[in-house]
């Protein structure tokens, strides 16, 4: 783990780093000593690790609940190369689509195959940044939404580590599999109204999850317009968890 | 509106009234003065204005938001006399549902009819309520599930002063009509796994509700294992809209 940078502002330390070829970033409280809570955001598709929506939940993570916060580039988004042959099957599918295809299963298959290489890498993250030692192995909890939920399901499911999720904007096809196989606490956000995944597919894939708490949170709204209420509820959520 | 007793404990204020022929119970915090928000509870079916559930929600919203909260037996419940008519309905129900039939329906039927009589009772309620010096006109937010539900959406639908409404456990059959002309915030509440409401119902009375903001909370359970984490949730709701 190579750190590239570190810098501070209102009481939060951010942490530039490379992990082989991975980016990320390492939030944590200033002046942080000592184990506390991890959380790994996952961004969405076309966004990175410091996309407005994640670094909005990093700092509040921070600051309310005292958290370590980190999030890494999915292959191919951010500051990694592109990915010859993801870039390959993305140039595919969108021609299968064009043609009159139906996007849902493509998309399936594209982020188990995406999955494969995350889950590892993720691994491999929360391994070295539990090493330090204002991070530490505490409890961890993982968010993500749309391709983070679609890379995010898989890893959860994989990773006992993570003891708590918000994951959401998601469906059964490509991920009710490995839903299955999650027993931790999850927060489920839907969108009424999402363009991109039809409804039944978000309701089936919160069917899918196996633990004994789970919640689904509908709100009217397409895919990208999840209310700023949720983060309040997502950080109460990490702090009944986690804390 | 005659009070019948008050009594205090851990700085909240019990007064018990009768209005006309309306027995309803007050909550206010102990040495209140001045205009405060309002909720009125809405029982389920079977219980009454001090059923568990209601006192476990009077007390808190007394005590951690400082408003006031109604609640009345509704007829044929708690300290009121059996109605004749409706107990003939309940009674010639239960004999067509062992002949077979179908029970939402008669739900829905039933609960329209006591709505007739319970909608201008519970305005009755807030207007006498609200004439107290320690409550006043507030804003009013409404909490009902189940039969509070049934009850609770052509009230909310025809009560201009409700500000924000917790409903849930009820279905489109009975209530979508009424749902179609509420506007205000809600907060829907369903139990993925309810053998009284079919899963779909529940749903479709969600998706009626025309408010531009509504949150569907969904979590494993029969009808009545709501779990304990969804009231802390709708205390925040109400601070949020009436506060």
Not at 106 to 115: H, P, S, W
Not at 142 to 153: A, E, K, M, N, Q
């Amino acid at each position: 783990m190579r750190f590239i940078s570190e810098t501070s502002s209102d009481g939060n330390c951010e942490l530039l780093f490379i992990l082989g070829e991975i980016p990320g970033v390492l939030w944590t409280p200033g002046g942080a000593t000592g184990t506390r809570p991890l959380v790994l955001l996952g961004h969405g598709g076309g966004q990175h690790k410091k996309a407005p929506g994640i670094l909005a939940h990093a700092r509040r993570l921070v600051a309310e609940c005292g958290f370590a916060v980190v999030a890494v580039d999915v292959p191919g988004h951010g500051d990694r190369p592109m990915d010859e042959e993801y870039n390959r099957i993305a140039t595919e599918n969108q021609a299968r689509v064009d043609a009159g295809e139906d996007l849902a299963p493509l998309i399936a298959e594209f982020q188990a195959l995406v999955a494969r290489q995350t889950v590892p890498e993720w691994q491999a993250v929360l391994d070295s940044v539990q090493q330090l030692a204002h991070v530490g192995t505490g409890p961890v909890g993982y968010w993500g939404v749309s391709l983070g939920c679609g890379l995010g399901v898989p890893f959860v499911a994989a990773e006992t580590r993570v003891r708590a999720a918000v994951l959401g904007l998601g469906g059964a096809l490509a991920s009710a599999g490995a839903a299955a196989r999650i027993t931790v606490p999850v927060r489920y956000l839907l969108q009424w109204d999402d363009e991109r995944v039809p409804r039944a597919q978000g309701l089936a894939l919160f069917d899918a999850f196996v633990s004994a708490e789970k919640t689904l949170h509908a709100n009217p709204g397409r895919h990208g317009e999840i209310p700023a209420f949720e983060l309040d509820s997502t950080l109460r959520f990490f702090a009944r968890h986690l804390g």
